[in-house]
């Protein structure tokens, strides 16, 4: 792949498909739960976002990157064992909602820089990044904002559990 659009779209599709299967798995594992809803309709988005994405690699003409959909699976394996994929709580799911965000802040870059990029580039023609940025945007508030309202349990928890 020597297009650095299909590098960059094929990272950010790595990303995406990282992002949703860690998204299943809590929702999965959440359903009964408040936070099971809302990690549904993330879900929804994100896997919008990424069927874009992988449009828009389709466009550039360079299809799949099998290595990197072998690398996003492997790490979302990782990330299960990191999260404590037996674990409960919310030190879990704190963690996960970081990675969320930080994920969802990389996307908001992308779709900035595709927008700035689509002005010299026709492959990226009719793409509406600014509705893309705005949800982006969106979710990252969304997903902060559970973020922090878990942190001071799931972080007291942790110091609790290591102080014993």
């Known amino acids: 792949m020597n297009d650095s659009l ?3 779209l094929h990272d950010h599709l ?9 998204l299943r798995a809590m929702r999965t594992k959440h359903q009964d739960e ?12 994100i896997v919008e976002d990424r069927d874009t994405l992988k449009e828009l690699a389709e466009e550039t003409g360079t299809g799949q990157s099998t290595l990197k959909e072998l690398g ?3 790490s979302e394996k990782a990330s299960r064992f ?7 709580g919310p030190f879990e799911v704190f963690e ?22 689509a002005r010299s580039d026709t492959r990226l ?19 902060e904002k559970r973020r922090i309202s878990c942190a001071e349990t ?11």
């Open 82 to 88: 990191k999260l404590g994929d037996g674990a409960d």
């Open 34 to 45: 408040p936070i099971g809803s809302f990690l549904d309709s993330l879900l929804a988005e």
């Open 72 to 74: 996003a699976w492997l």
């Open 6 to 8: 299909a590098t960059y």
């Open 154 to 164: 799931a972080l007291k928890l942790v110091r609790t559990a290591t102080t014993r």
């Open 125 to 143: 023609e009719g793409v509406d990044f600014t509705r893309l940025i705005g949800r982006a945007e969106s979710q990252y508030a969304a997903v």
């Open 14 to 22: 790595a990303g995406a498909n990282l992002a949703i299967e860690l």
């Open 96 to 117: 996960a909602l970081e990675f969320l965000s930080l994920g969802i802040l990389g996307k908001l870059s992308l779709w900035s820089a595709l927008d700035v990029a």
